[in-house]
């Protein structure tokens, strides 16, 4: 029997989409996503009233989002503001991704 042969590069860029796309597959973080690209920028306090959610919940699905890049912190004194990573969302809704999956049959 003959293995097929593994490729570390390629496994490890499946293991960091399926990583993103598990983030992506809450119905809490796409709306924390979506009032992220209504608003530009908001800070804990803001998306806490936003969603109805408490803080430690928030915490928890900002930390998933933020670990897999798909939106950005910075802390101004005390506070954490947040922003969706255009970037990232970009690519992952990109023609780069969609390559990996593309048959050369112009489908």
């Known amino acids: 029997m003959t293995l097929p042969l593994f490729n570390d590069q390629l496994n490890d860029t499946f293991t960091l989409y399926e990583k993103k796309f598990k983030a992506l597959s809450d119905q809490k973080r796409l709306h924390i996503m979506y009032e992220l690209t209504q608003a530009g920028e908001l800070c804990v306090c803001d998306l806490t009233d936003k969603l109805n959610l408490p803080q430690s919940k928030l915490s928890y699905h900002l930390k998933i989002l933020l670990d ?40």
């Not at 798909?70 to 991704?97: A, D, F, P, Q």
């Open 68 to 107: 897999v890049e798909l939106i950005t912190k910075e802390l101004r004194g005390t506070w954490s503001y947040y922003k969706l990573n255009k970037k990232e969302v970009n690519h992952l809704l990109s023609e780069e991704l969609c390559c990996l999956f593309r048959t050369n049959d112009g489908c």
